[in-house]
């Protein structure tokens, strides 16, 4: 068994409020939610960080995941958007070992806010 924490939620060994799921890819909803939408996607193979990321394949499969899940959101409706983030490396603030974007709407994210 892994100790990664996000191997062990696209086992099913730990609950989440899954949001998409298909053969490359898992997304839930964060526990700790920073926006009124914050979904973590995930490919489910085991992939440190976004430096590490090799296959194409992979990478195609999360930014479709992340563009559907945001149309689903209600995200891409005219007037509206969304953020989407990968923090990669100890100094880029990544908090668990597995690659994982955070896809971030439901509010103004503008910066200053207006």
Known sequence: MSACIFCRIVAGEIPATLVFSDDSVVAFRDVNPQAPVHVLVVPRTHVDSLADLRDGA????????????????????????????ANTGPEGGQSVDHLHFHLLGGR?????PG
């Open 58 to 85: 992979t990478a195609a499969a999360l930014l479709g995941a992340i563009r559907t899940i945001a149309e689903a959101e209600g995200l891409t409706a005219p007037a509206r958007g969304f953020r989407v983030v």
């Open 108 to 112: 103004n994210l503008a910066w200053p």
